[in-house]
């Protein structure tokens, strides 16, 4: 092929990943990208400036938050959020489980203290074919479930964004929303165990490990304050 006729192809190719917005996954690739127009970067890529939580059960890997194998806790960020978006890519291991925080206060169970805990699993696996549905992937834990179908093979990197807005929580994964609701309407709850933090309005963004090494990259959000 001539120079000539090369030219077309090699500006599609540098125009494509500018049009992405940086959401779609590179599984080959552990660099972070630049935060999308109006967000900002709430993980540097390299260490644990600004989160705190049982840091110690956490590493930085590739890039990349990684919950130490056998180890678990909450990390959360030192800043706080009321409204917001957030965007981030995951990888989980075969049966991996962890979780984000969505306005955690600080202290307690994330997913009955805080707002809730947005479900981060491998609800594919044969191991959680049992479970009842507000632990599938993506749910508001134990109270709503989320739709299923839309995770990627474990080991493959998933966008996922997720809305906040006042009780609202609405989770959209590799471009399907699989969960809009209004957690205030929420009257029935796994094991009937009341969430009392579901009505919060503001806490911090964090990540809930559960023994697993669960893998979190290109953290970004954006407050809608």
């Known amino acids: 092929m001539s120079q000539l006729h090369c030219l077309p192809v090699l500006l599609l190719a540098i125009l494509i990943p500018s049009l992405s917005g940086g959401q779609t996954p590179d599984n080959s690739d552990p660099g972070a990208t630049q935060p999308p127009p109006g967000f900002k970067a709430i993980f540097n890529g390299r260490d644990f400036e600004g989160w705190t939580g049982e840091l110690a059960n956490y ?35 075969p049966g991996g489980n962890n979780g984000l925080a969505i306005r955690y206060p600080g202290k307690g169970a994330p997913h009955l203290d805080g707002m809730c805990e947005c ?32 995770l990627r093979p474990p080991g493959e990197w998933n966008s996922q964004e997720v809305t906040v807005t006042g009780h609202t929580i609405k989770v959209e994964l590799n471009g399907t929303v699989i969960l809009d609701a209004d957690l205030s309407k929420v009257t029935e709850f796994m094991h009937d165990k009341p969430h009392p933090g579901k009505d919060i309005t503001s806490g911090h963004f964090g990540f809930c490990g559960h023994n697993d090494p669960v893998m979190f990259r290109n953290i970004f959000i954006k407050s809608l304050e």
């Open 59 to 93: 590493e930085v890997k590739d890039g990349s938050i990684v919950c130490k194998p056998g180890k678990g806790g909450t990390i959360f960020t030192n800043e706080e959020f009321g409204n917001f978006v957030v965007r981030l890519e995951f990888k989980l291991p």
């Open 119 to 150: 479900q981060v699993l491998d609800s594919e696996n044969p191991k959680y074919a049992k479970i009842d549905p507000r632990q599938s992937h993506g749910s508001a834990y134990g109270m709503v479930a989320a739709k299923r179908g839309c």
